[in-house]
């Protein structure tokens, strides 16, 4: 199963970035992230996104802010395709794409 984030706010809002298996996607506000996040309230390397077989794990960086999945502070949670990751005021969703990297269910209401 193929996985991304899609930025739903702030100065990368729409963006689509594709998640790999097995290799870890920082997520932060230097540009030497993966995700790079234009967000003063977001940390220079604030979380980390891991696929495995098993789906995605997302890992606070000990960020001075915090991370939340639907407004729940965490430090680790295993994410599901839907869900809110809230890092400073930014909003991103966790998304099922196709082997084209197209969001399924983008793809499923435009048909």
Request: hydrophobic share 35%; charged share 25%; net charge negative.
């Amino acid at each position: 199963m193929a996985y991304a984030i899609r930025v739903r706010t702030g100065a990368e809002e729409g963006e689509l970035y594709p998640l790999f298996e097995n290799r870890e996607i920082t997520i932060g506000r230097s540009p030497t992230n993966n995700i790079f996040v234009r967000d003063r309230n977001v940390s220079r390397v604030h979380c980390q996104i891991v696929v495995t077989e098993k789906g995605c794990v997302l890992t606070d960086l000990q960020s001075t802010n915090g991370t939340f999945v639907n407004e729940q502070k965490t430090a680790e949670v295993d994410l599901k395709t839907g869900d809110e990751i809230r890092i400073g005021t930014t909003l991103l969703q966790l998304e099922q794409v196709d082997d084209k990297g197209r969001s399924i269910t983008e793809t499923a209401v435009m048909i």
